[in-house]
């Protein structure tokens, strides 16, 4: 996953369970002006100041989505406006995943989309795959890896790599971390119920521990 994230599409962040950051790509540094030796394990909410379109504090220590995924429920497409380096406003769509990890804390993936750009999807209704596709679609945003997938759907690794380009083909996506992202907002697949945090996970462990999830 982290060669995914370290390029431009999408924009995105990935936060470890203290809300530190761990990633923030080429694409965050473009829409955001910030760069990531500047960001890079600074609390999320103290980068952002995020607020919500009436003006209430939206990104901090106890904030909603946060709260949410601890509950165990999905978090849909959200929207606030951050401040910029440069004094200007930047109004986002932020689509949050959760990567579970049996032996490391949860990581949260955030990915960023300006609120200017229209949804590349309509938000509604099933996704236009095969009911196979959506079956891998399912098992992607459940963390597993192609060959996880193989075994789990009794195919060919070539096949579930087929699959996969598919549906990103399909869906006008150029990555997993997008589908997922996109399956989360649009209510495709449920959210991962949430699970006990690990503490003595280290930041960047957890991340090199799911950097497979995308990619292979």
Request: hydrophobic share 40%.
């Amino acid at each position: 996953m982290r060669e995914r994230l370290s390029g431009s599409e999408p924009p995105s962040m990935v936060v470890d369970s203290e809300h530190r950051i761990l990633l923030w790509n080429r694409g965050a540094e473009r829409l955001l002006g910030r760069r990531a030796s500047d960001v890079i394990g600074r609390r999320c909410h103290e980068v952002l100041a995020g607020r919500d379109p009436f003006g209430n504090r939206a990104c901090h220590i106890a904030c909603a989505p946060c709260a949410m995924l601890r509950a165990g429920e999905r978090v849909r497409t959200f929207e606030i406006t951050v401040p910029t380096p440069g004094g200007t406003n930047c109004s986002l769509r932020i689509s949050t995943t959760v990567v579970r990890r049996e032996k490391w804390a949860d990581l949260i993936v955030h990915t960023f989309e300006s609120a200017e750009t229209p949804l590349k999807v309509a938000a509604t209704g099933e996704p236009p795959l095969t009911p196979r596709q959506r079956d891998v679609l399912r098992l992607i945003a459940a963390g597993l890896q192609n060959k996880e997938i193989a075994t789990e759907l009794g195919l060919s690794l070539a096949t579930v790599r087929n699959h996969v380009h598919a549906i990103l083909d399909t869906l006008g996506l150029h990555s997993k971390l997008e589908a997922v992202a996109l399956a989360f907002k649009s209510g495709w697949v449920a959210a991962p119920a949430a699970g006990p945090e690990d503490s003595e996970a280290h930041p960047a462990e957890a991340l090199e521990a799911c950097s497979g999830t995308a990619a292979r």
